[in-house]
Every structure is written in structure tokens, then in C-alpha cells.
């Protein structure tokens, strides 16, 4: 290899090596505090002390999901640890209800929530939110016991710092946060409760590592992140995150409180979603890092509202990004159009400058596309990397238990793409084009999706700043190569920020959550990569390379097992008995080709199926014989009213009936359900769905009483389920053919046992 081809070379990969620079930083380099040991000083938050309380409150850490004695123990020891703090602690019980609307699901339940008065005072308060039950399927160590220790040990800091509060100060830990928001619910349906009620900061976790972050605020947001960013030390946060939350099926007890106009922080952990809702969601796993960051979180902000008039937090919203959680560079959101749109005119101004030496409309149209082929290119290749992994191991997500390969893969993939497409244009031209495309996004974004705008706008307004100086000469000298780099690097860290942060979501489920901010990461160098070009036989070694490289990572991504203990599959088992069709069957969730220990243990199809008619998903199943159970039942009143009827149903589950679930099909026209006394009106969208289910959650609901408002008079046929927890005891042998690698989640196993309730025509 020449000097020149060398040189070229670097040229080419050492912008490579500077972007995995900023990605290591932006992993494993994220300011974060240092853990407080039980002796800090009182004032201050300490995780060890937290997380001590969090081994008296969880006990034996066993599953307490809402309604069951392992619930009941759980909330008794957390009303001791408020009394040990010398704080007033009161059970409020009610029947909580709440609706999903796009999903057509109403849950209701009946639950305990713990109100505990932490600071008197006039006037609304502060609340400081988190849940304590648990999914049926995991011990909740996590998600969200240890957002209840962060509380208890932020209410012991506050009381050791005495300050004088304009506010009282009101801890709430609901209960049924997992089955659908129920404790936050009861609450707000409560007036008197609701009435006192200020300012919220939840605290909530998807995993059991990683920064705090700051997801979610309610409107107007702009004077919430300026309290956030003087109150805390380590920043974890985007408007970004809430751009793409309000876009997402997901909630919190916080979007309950949010609907109803209060002002609002949501905080959450979500790294290592591995653990999340499964037996491994265990205080041994939590970083006691993440716990003090979450700690400081909660402490910061709760003691800056204790200063602050809550009517000056009202204002408008900001865009805003933070930069390695120690800068958190932010705008106006009104702000966001003008600066996109001048920015977009000053560099249009230094492309005309720039224009050099003519170029032909060929040139200048493939030069145009370029950014364009280089994010499309990226996402194809990333997708079908990820599907050749898949192919080769047969899994449903190839790399979930080692990222590794599939991370070096989809790296290689994305630079081998973003260095075939920088040949289609000309330095000047590549420059001209990067930045244009960069600039014109952020009009976009700023006026259709403003919380992405930062990461086109900050780029865009170093660029229009620096470009101009060489824009007639060209960026060909030192000057001008330095002009380009400095100009890249916003758009080098908030991008590739974001590469980390998607993965740390979502893994590689979606590859392109990686490969196209990593695009855009490398599109700011390429205008450097191009300012002297490397020759075509050092440019096709390097782009072999690269692919090469990204085929053979992918390869090794397929030849790697695709789970392990510590990165399970997620895998329930269900008995089902369908009393109408007088079977019963054996079901395993079908996220991955079934194990062979389970496909040994009974004769399962080869293709999964939904076990029964309103599954959400679809399953592996096996003849299981006749149905053993009783089916659940209902008597059945109905009275005219109007055009339409009420029927009244009064359910008949069995005594181990721990969910009763009712689905109402489009046919009968659902206006309106009261269950147990709570009255919803069905909302316009459910009359699109093909059913709608009521899922009564909580043990009692195996005698809750169902009042349907029906716009027709015809007869209909409604599905009744009852859910018991666990397999039948002649089920045990399927839970032996669950390999060490898979783990229940969620709901857990469960008997799922069905009948059908005829309506008759009135």
C-alpha cells in the first residue's frame, strides 16, 4: 500500500474510530453519581441506606401482585418503615378502574393504596409516586419496590433536613399499577384526595440498571427541566424521549395524574429489560448506582418544589438533549422553527458561496441523494444482518442474551454503507448536501415532531456557523478538514448518543433503532472523509472490509445461543379448557421456535395458534384431554331501555379464580359498562373493534357484578374466562420442560378456563 492510499485510509477510518469513541462515552462513560454509603450525612440521599430498606420491604421476595396475602405482607412492612420515620401512614382502599382505549380492554380491581403524610402544610402538594405490587410472574425488586425504597429514604432526607416548605409533602404508593394503572386510578376518583394533589414525581423502573431518566413531564415542560437542571447533579434526559413516549402504548400511574393537568416528572431506570417482569427482577441485580442516581432524582426535585410557587412552572415547552449527563444545552420549542428555518438560509447562502467548480445535474442529483441512500441503505442492510443471525440460529431475537456480535455487525454494516454511499458525491458538494439535508430535517421536525428538532438543529446551527468562513474556498486545507470535524461533532455525540440509548431500550429487536442514528452520526464526517478521496483500490479493500466484517459478525451472532440464565427467554405456560368446545389444551407462548425439552413433554403443534378465541398471542398447543374444571358462570337479567337493553350479569367464578375476564363482541353494540358500581361510557373507538374485554383483576371479581348498556335488542353470545394462577397440579410436568434458559414473565403461567354466556334477544 502506497503512503497516499495509507493516508487516504486514515482519512477514512480514523472518523470511524472517532464516532466508536463517542459511543463508548456515551455507554460506559455517562456521568453518574458516586454511592453514598449508610454513614453520608442525613441531608443526603444514600443508595446503601435505600437499598437496606428495600430488603426489609421486599422480605422474602416473592410475586405480590394487587389482592394477595404476599401483597398484604409487602404493604404491612412498608407502613412500618413509615412509622419507624415517624411519618403517618393510612390504607386507602377502593375499586379502581381504567380503560385502554386503542386495545379495547377496561381493568378494574380492587386495591390497597398507601397515603402517607410527610410534611404538613397549606395549600396543594407535592406527591411523590411509586407502586408496590408486582406482576404475578417476578418479585418486583425493581419494578417498582425499589422506587418505593428511593421514596422512604428521600422522605428520611427531607425530614433530616428540616426545610421550611411552601408545600405539604404527600407520599403515595399505589397498588394494581401492573394490572392497568388501578391504584392511581382509585385515588383521582376520590374528590377530597384529588383536591390535594399539586405536583407529582413518580418513580418508576423497565429494568434494574442505567441512568435515571428524566422520560416524561406534562405540557408546557420548559421551567420543569430548568428546576430539573438546577437540582440535580447528573443529567439523564431528551425532549426526544417524550416525543416517542406519546407515540407509545406504554403508561404509568403518572399518565392518570398528567390527564388530569397536574404538573408532572416522570423518572425511570430501563437498562437490562431482561430482567424486567420475571423471576430475575431481584435486588441482587439492581446497580446501586442507578439507585443513588434514581435517589438524587427524586430528592433534587422534590426539594426544589418544596421552594417553588407551583403557578411559576407553568409556561411553555423546550427541546432540549443532554450531552453524557453533564451538559443539558436546551431551547424555547417556539424557538425551534425560526432557528431551523435560518439556519436552513445560511447554508443554503454557503452552498451558493461553495459552488466551485460547475457540476452537472447528474453530479449535483446524486450528491442530493446521498444522505437519502446512505439512512435507507443502513436500514436494509441492518435489517437483513439481523434476519441472517436469525436464520442461522433459529431464534426469535438472535443476540439478546450476547449483544456483542450483533453490535459489531450492524457498526460494520452501517460504515460499510456510509462509505459506499460518500463515492456519490464531491468533497464541496458532500458537504453542501449533508448539511442542507441536516438543516431541512430540523424544519421539519421543529414543526411536525418538535422534541426531535434538537438533533437536527444544534448540528445544523454549529454548521451554519462554521461553514460559512471557508465555504469559497473549499474545506480541502487544514483550516477548512478542521472547520468540517468541528462542525461534525454535535451531531457525532447526540446521535450517537442515541444509538446507545436505543439499544439500551430496545436491544437489537429493531435494528434500525441502531442503524439509522448511527447514519446519521457517520453523515456529519463524511464531508471529512471526502476532502481528499481515497483512491478506488484502497476505497473497495476498506468497504470488503467492512462488510466482511459486518456478514462475518453476523454469522457468529447466528452460531451463539440466543438466551441464557441471565438473559432468559420469556416463556408462560397455560392449561386452557374451552367448555364450549369441550377440550382442553396445553399452550406455551410462541416468541421463539419451542424448546426441544418442551416439545418432548407433550405432542405440540409444529405452527402456533391462539389457544383461544381473544388470546393476544399466539402459542404452541397440545391436546390436553377433556376439560376438568368447573366452567365459570353468570346469571343473566335484562331490562329495555330505549332502542337498546341493560344486561345485567352476576359472575360465578371458582374460588381460585384470581382475574375474570368478560369479552363483549362488536355485534352487541357496547354504549356503556358499570362494574361493581363504576360507570364508563365506551369510548367511539371501541365501536371499530372487533371485541372489547373487561378484566376484573382482583380475587374478588369472582362475584363482581357486570351491567352492559347494549345498543341492539339481539341476541349475543359473550365469552366469560376465569384465570387461575399456575398450572394444575397435573401441569407440573410441563413447568420440568422449561429449559433453564426461559423464565416465566408478565402474568406468569396461569388456567385459563372458558365458557360462553347467551344473551337472548329482547
Known amino acids: 500500500m502506497s503512503a497516499g492510499t495509507f493516508r487516504g485510509a486514515l482519512r477514512i477510518w480514523l472518523p470511524a474510530l472517532l464516532a466508536l469513541g463517542f459511543w463508548l462515552i456515551a455507554k460506559y462513560g455517562q456521568a453518574m453519581p458516586e454511592i453514598l454509603p449508610a454513614s453520608a450525612p442525613a441531608s443526603e440521599f444514600s443508595a446503601m441506606r435505600a437499598d437496606a430498606a428495600l430488603a426489609r420491604i421486599l422480605g422474602p ?31 386507602y382502599t377502593g375499586f379502581g378502574c381504567n380503560a385502554v382505549r386503542s386495545f379495547g380492554v377496561l381493568g378494574c380491581g380492587t386495591v390497597n393504596d398507601i397515603i402517607a403524610d410527610v410534611r404538613p402544610g397549606a395549600g396543594k402538594a407535592i406527591v411523590l409516586m411509586a407502586h408496590y405490587d408486582s406482576v404475578p410472574a417476578g418479585p418486583g425488586a425493581a419494578d417498582d419496590a425499589s422506587s ?42 376520590n374528590a377530597q384526595l384529588r383536591a390535594r394533589v399539586g405536583a407529582v414525581v413518580n418513580v418508576e423502573a423497565r429494568g434494574n440498571r442505567g441512568p435515571s431518566l428524566l422520560f416524561q413531564t406534562s405540557p408546557g415542560d420548559g421551567r420543569l427541566i430548568d428546576l430539573y437542571a438546577k437540582s440535580v447533579r447528573n443529567y439523564a434526559t431528551s425532549s ?109 447562502l454557503t452552498a451558493f458561496l461553495a459552488r466551485g467548480v460547475q457540476a452537472t445535474w447528474r453530479q449535483r442529483i446524486a450528491a442530493a441523494s446521498m444522505p437519502l441512500a446512505a439512512i435507507v441503505g443502513t436500514t436494509v442492510v441492518g435489517l437483513l444482518l439481523r434476519s441472517a443471525a436469525q436464520l442461522i440460529g433459529a431464534t426469535g431475537d438472535p443476540s439478546y442474551a450476547h449483544p456483542l456480535a450483533m453490535r459489531i455487525s450492524l457498526a460494520a454494516g452501517v460504515f460499510a454503507v456510509v462509505l459506499a454511499a460518500s463515492r456519490m458525491a464531491s468533497p464541496r458538494l458532500s458537504a453542501i448536501s449533508v448539511w442542507l439535508w441536516f438543516a431541512g430535517l430540523a424544519v421539519l421536525t421543529a414543526a411536525f415532531l418538535p422534541g426531535i428538532s434538537p438533533y437536527f438543529l444544534f448540528p445544523s446551527i454549529a454548521a451554519a456557523i462554521l461553514l460559512p468562513w471557508r465555504a469559497r474556498e473549499g474545506w480541502n486545507s487544514t483550516a477548512g478538514q478542521a472547520l468540517l470535524l468541528v462542525a461534525a461533532l454535535p451531531a457525532l455525540v447526540l446521535w450517537v448518543s442515541i444509538t446507545a440509548n436505543a439499544e439500551m431500550l430496545m436491544g437489537f429487536s429493531l435494528p434500525s433503532l441502531f442503524t439509522v442514528p448511527a447514519s446519521f452520526a457517520l453523515l456529519a464526517l463524511i464531508p ?25 459478525a453476523a454469522v457468529a451472532v447466528g452460531l451463539q445461543p440466543a438466551y441464557s440464565e441471565m438473559a432468559p427467554l420469556r416463556l408462560n405456560l397455560a392449561y386452557v379448557e374451552d367448555h364450549d368446545k369441550g377440550r382442553a389444551l396445553w399452550a406455551v407462548d410462541a416468541n421463539a421456535p419451542l424448546p426441544p425439552s418442551l416439545r418432548a413433554a407433550a405432542k405440540f403443534g409444529k405452527t402456533a395458534e391462539k389457544p383461544y378465541p381473544a388470546a393476544w398471542l399466539k402459542a404452541y398447543v397440545a391436546d390436553a384431554g377433556k376439560p376438568r374444571f368447573a366452567a365459570p358462570a353468570a346469571t343473566v337479567t335484562q331490562t329495555a331501555r330505549g332502542k337498546g337493553r341493560r344486561v345485567t350479569l352476576a359472575l360465578q367464578g371458582s374460588a381460585d379464580a384470581a382475574q375474570m375476564y368478560l369479552v363483549v363482541p362488536k355485534a352487541a353494540q357496547l354504549e356503556a359498562i358499570t362494574l361493581n358500581g363504576k360507570h364508563f361510557d365506551a369510548p367511539p373507538e371501541w365501536k371499530k373493534l372487533d371485541r372489547v374485554i373487561i ?29 387461575r394462577a399456575g398450572l394444575p397440579d397435573f401441569g407440573k410436568f410441563l413447568e420440568r420442560g422449561r429449559p433453564k434458559t426461559a423464565v416465566p414473565s408478565q402474568l406468569g403461567d396461569g388456567t385459563y378456563v372458558l365458557s360462553s354466556v347467551k344473551v337472548p334477544g329482547l
Open 61 to 91: 421476595e416473592k410475586p405480590h401482585p394487587a389482592a394477595t396475602a404476599e401483597n398484604a405482607a409487602v404493604r404491612a412492612r412498608i407502613l412500618k418503615e413509615f412509622a419507624v420515620l415517624g411519618v403517618k401512614a393510612t390504607t
Open 528 to 552: 471529512l472523509m471526502n476532502t481528499k478521496p481515497l483512491p478506488m483500490r484502497g476505497w473497495s479493500i476498506s468497504l470488503a472490509l467492512a462488510f466482511g466484517g459486518a456478514i462475518g
Open 148 to 189: 418505593v425504597a428511593t421514596i422512604l429514604e428521600s422522605v428520611r432526607a427531607l425530614k433530616a433536613r428540616g426545610d421550611v416548605s411552601l408545600h405539604p409533602i404527600i407520599a403515595l404508593i399505589t397498588d394494581g399499577e401492573e394490572y392497568g394503572l388501578l391504584g392511581a386510578a382509585a385515588f383521582l376518583d
Open 695 to 723: 378484566g376484573c383483576q382482583t380475587g374478588d371479581c369472582r362475584n363482581a357484578n357486570v351491567m352492559l348498556d347494549l345498543a341492539t335488542k339481539k341476541a349475543v353470545e359473550l365469552m366469560l374466562a376465569e384465570r
Open 240 to 348: 426526544l424521549y417524550a416525543e416517542i413516549y406519546r407515540f407509545l402504548p406504554n403508561d404509568t400511574d403518572l399518565t392518570l395524574f398528567i390527564r388530569q393537568g397536574f404538573t408532572s416528572f416522570n423518572f425511570a431506570f430501563v437498562e437490562n429489560v431482561a430482567h424486567y417482569h420475571t423471576p430475575l427482577d431481584r435486588r441482587e441485580n439492581i446497580s446501586l448506582v442507578t439507585l443513588q442516581q434514581h435517589g438524587e432524582n427524586l430528592l433534587g426535585v422534590a426539594g426544589a418544589l418544596e421552594q417553588t410557587d407551583f403557578a411559576a412552572l407553568k409556561g411553555g415547552n423546550d427541546i432540549y438533549a443532554d450531552v453524557f449527563g453533564r451538559a443539558l444545552p436546551r431551547l424555547p420549542e417556539s424557538w425551534a422553527l425560526p432557528l431551523s428555518i435560518a439556519a436552513f438560509l445560511v447554508l443554503a
